[in-house]
């Protein structure tokens, strides 16, 4: 917490624009020139909040995902809730023409955002109903799940290729723009429709955390605590991948989010799911919001998608995981 304080206070002051510490204090408080209040409140206040918001959707994601199907490789991307948003951009951007890319005084726009939006999250849910569907007929064994995700994702990322191959310069270099993770088209209106079903979700998970403990315990325990474990599944499971799908169609593909953060909390505060799903939250933001102030500072006055930042810094950092994991099993 103390970390995503300071993170935020930095982030208010840190941006492509070339203000000054002291006339971005005097925008916080609304005195002094007006472009730089509208850059503080109109820009990176909104992105700093969808940061938090979104890190905290993801790591959460992640959490539920990895306790639910007994797989600490599970994470939203594994169930290919990502690559079924990606395809319902893609048909949204280049079959119905719903989010050409303009410049207005260099700020890149895409026209329409919320029917790519509606369509990303739509085909999201789509693919977790299909792999859940999947599952069900095997009952939810772990091993199953994430192999018909992983196949599910495939099959996405196929038919993607072959809408962008036949898209035209236009159409295609849109999708291309819209697939990367930007906090840099959040707004107000945007936060809001992500920050009502994560706040739900949080308060979910959090009340029924002693169930997920019990799940750890292996599905006789937990049965005889009176869980249902098929219908528990699978609302988490559509909980988990409704953030996640909801996720992507705001902002796009933000990676390793969900992966990392629950297995790194696991080492630092154990598996107790009341205080790891709060801290593994807590974690997703900070290291998302981090990674938006490189993606802001890295390059001087360019701002890179944050996407491209967390799976630069995750993938060495995953890899680490994997290998200090087979150390100990060995």
């Known amino acids: 917490m103390a970390a995503l304080i300071i993170l935020f206070i930095a982030s208010i002051f840190i941006g492509t624009s070339g203000m000054s510490f002291l006339d971005g204090l005097k925008a916080l408080f609304r005195i002094g020139d007006e472009t730089n209040i509208i850059i503080i409140y109109n820009i990176r206040l909104p992105r700093i909040l969808a940061a938090i ?26 169930l290919g809730v990502s690559n079924a948003a990606v395809l319902g951009a893609n048909i949204a951007i280049i079959i119905l023409g ?72 236009t159409t295609l270099s849109s999708a291309i723009y819209w697939s990367f993770g930007d906090l840099g088209r959040a707004s107000y209106d945007t936060l809001l429709i992500l920050l009502i079903p994560t706040a739900l979700s949080l308060i979910f998970f959090v009340i029924f955390s002693y169930r997920y403990n019990a799940l750890l315990l292996g599905d006789d325990s937990a049965k005889t605590l009176g869980i249902n474990l098929k219908l528990f599944r699978f609302i988490s499971l ?31 505060v154990g598996n107790d799911h009341k205080i790891l799903i709060i801290t593994s939250a807590l974690f997703g933001a900070v290291v998302l919001l981090l ?40």
């Open 53 to 78: 918001i979104a890190g905290i959707a993801l790591a959460i994601s992640g959490t539920i995902m990895q306790t639910v199907s007994n797989n600490d490789m599970a994470s939203p991307s594994t």
């Open 98 to 169: 719903g989010g050409i890319i303009s410049s207005h005084g260099g700020i890149v726009d895409i026209s329409n955002p919320y029917v790519v939006a509606i369509f990303a999250f739509g085909f999201a849910l789509l693919a977790t109903l299909l792999v859940l569907g999947l599952a069900h007929f095997k009952k939810f064994r772990p091993s199953t799940t994430i192999l018909i995700g992983v196949a599910m994702g495939t099959f996405f990322t196929g038919l993607t290729t072959i809408i962008q191959y036949f898209a035209n310069d």
């Open 238 to 268: 559509l909980l988990a991948s409704m953030l996640c799908g909801l996720t992507v169609s705001l902002f796009g593909i933000i990676g390793f989010i969900g992966l990392l953060a629950p297995q790194i909390m696991k080492r630092l």
């Open 291 to 330: 990674c938006d102030i490189l993606a802001k500072t890295i390059l001087g006055g360019l701002s890179l998608p944050v996407g491209a930042i967390t799976s630069i810094i995750g993938a060495p950092i995953f890899i680490v995981i994997l290998l200090t994991r087979g150390k100990k099993h060995d």
